[in-house]
């Protein structure tokens, strides 16, 4: 086999993975450490100035959320940003969160 035929092949198997991303953290409150409830997490796959948006969730009661996204046809996972808002609470992005992260966000002082 030439290495044209290898190199087409590499190439059909990286066009064909497929990337899962699973993020499970906690938002708490910066000032008092206790978790925020209703916080809303945009979850985005961000590669080469693409953008794909994979899910949106709330927090539970005791401030945790879980947010996943599947990507195909890509060679390495792109970076996974979080958009984090909630009323009476200053916006935030996080940028590749690690799973079991706390994530802390400053309320808005009037």
Do not use: H, W
């Amino acid at each position: 086999m030439s290495c044209k035929y290898i190199f087409l092949g590499a190439i059909v198997l990286l066009a064909g993975c497929t990337c899962r991303q699973e993020i499970k953290a906690y938002i708490k409150d910066a000032e008092t450490g206790l978790p925020v409830k209703d916080v809303k997490v945009v979850t985005i796959a961000a590669m080469k100035g693409n953008y794909r948006e994979g899910s949106t969730r709330y927090t539970d009661s005791t401030g945790r959320f879980v947010s996943a996204y599947d990507i195909g046809g890509v060679a390495k996972c792109p970076v996974t940003k979080l958009f984090i808002s909630r009323d009476s609470f200053k916006d935030k992005i996080v940028i590749s969160p690690q799973m079991g992260d706390t994530i802390f966000i400053e309320r808005v002082i009037n």
